[in-house]
């Protein structure tokens, strides 16, 4: 039956019949009306890897044992420095279109940011309320 001998299946009514076949046409008769059959094969279940899954979108099971690559390969510097600085220049940029904050102020904090002075937006937001740049 080209399959493992736990996946044959036979019926345990008509074990009689089953033990008078001798030659290998009688097995085949036998597979022909149904008496001997092939049972499905059975894969590998799904289900503890579901369950990882949802544990994971949940932000689970993401510590150190887990992780194959650097932290830079999992989260490029690049990407996390063109994050940070966009939303800090947004944030000036915005700032100063309202004349919140004079053009001689929005430079500096520009190149402040540029230079990497500020962690985020809110360490910038913190810079500025200290030293009363805002008008």
Known sequence: MKCSPKRVWLNPDSLSTIKE???????????????????????????????????????????????KGTRNARFPAKDEWMNKIRKQRAFIKELKSKDLIETSVAKDLYQKAKGGYFRSKGHLKLYINEHKMIK
């Open 21 to 67: 076949a001798i030659t290998r046409n009688d097995i085949k008769g036998l597979i022909r009306h149904g008496v001997i059959d092939k049972l499905p094969e059975r894969g590998v279940s799904r289900g503890r890897a579901r369950l990882r899954s949802i544990q994971k979108k949940k932000g689970r099971q993401k510590s150190v044992g887990t992780r």
